[in-house]
T-cell receptor, first 114, second 116 residues
Framework: AQSVTQLDSQVPVFEEAPVELRCNYSSSVSVYLFWYVQYPNQGLQLLLKYLSGSTLVKGINGFEAEFNKSQTSFHLRKPSVHISDTAEYFC????????????FGRGTSLIVHP | DTGVSQDPRHKITKRGQNVTFRCDPISEHNRLYWYRQTLGQGPEFLTYFQNEAQLEKSRLLSDRFSAERPKGSFSTLEIQRTEQGDSAMYLC??????????????FGQGTRLTVV
């Protein structure tokens, strides 16, 4: 079984400030990790993914995340946010092998203020 | 556009009616997933197909829910005797198995169901 915990339900931040959205996971097998973004009344769009290799992963729109196996974390960061980054962000884990069914966290609402 | 397509985008139905949603995955993707998402929550897994075989079902998928994927192409999700608690966004996603494992899941725009 696998699970994802997103500790912050809402993160307010001012435009051009840095931001970190936290994600912790649990799994009994090796994992793939993902961050998705969802705008209102839309589906989910992939921001970035960790499959293997370098633990620092860069994605679209200037986002990056770091896989930390010892802390079972995959926190998402951006050095300078824009108003357009206001959205819901979901962390997901997929266990390696078998069905690879992604399990999602409850999401973090990023609110960027001018 | 060759992404995942879902139809309809919105559906309003009266309690007790049956509804059916359709999902067309990315053409070369052999894995297809259905999720349900309620307000303020993350997507919750409902069921998974590999080609035409339904390999896993969540206990969220009550007897009123049925899903099919004939010929391993498009998929349908039917809800019989709808209840107000079925109101949610229904998301479809697809991925493809590779030699190294699996690609990420690509999502459609979702079908928003409102039961009145």
């Amino acid at each position: 079984a696998q699970s994802v915990t997103q500790l912050d339900s809402q993160v307010p931040v001012f435009e051009e400030a840095p931001v970190e959205l936290r994600c912790n996971y649990s799994s009994s097998v090796s994992v793939y990790l993902f961050w998705y973004v969802q705008y209102p009344n839309q589906g989910l769009q992939l921001l970035l993914k960790y499959l293997s290799g370098s633990t620092l992963v860069k994605g679209i729109n200037g986002f990056e995340a770091e896989f930390n196996k010892s802390q079972t974390s995959f926190h998402l960061r951006k050095p300078s946010v824009h108003i357009s980054d206001t959205a819901e962000y979901f962390c997901a884990v997929s266990g390696w092998g078998g069905s690879y069914i992604p399990t999602f966290g409850r999401g973090t609402s990023l609110i960027v203020h001018p | 556009d060759t992404g995942v397509s879902q139809d309809p985008r919105h559906k309003i139905t009266k309690r007790g009616q049956n509804v059916t949603f359709r999902c067309d995955p990315i053409s070369e993707h052999n894995r297809l997933y259905w999720y349900r998402q309620t307000l303020g929550q993350g997507p919750e897994f409902l069921t998974y197909f590999q080609n035409e075989a339904q390999l896993e079902k969540s206990r969220l998928l009550s007897d009123r829910f049925s899903a099919e994927r004939p010929k391993g192409s498009f998929s349908t999700l039917e809800i019989q005797r709808t209840e107000q608690g079925d109101s949610a966004m229904y998301l479809c996603a697809s991925s493809v198995r590779t030699g190294a494992g699996s690609t990420e899941a690509f999502f459609g725009q979702g079908t928003r169901l409102t039961v009145v």
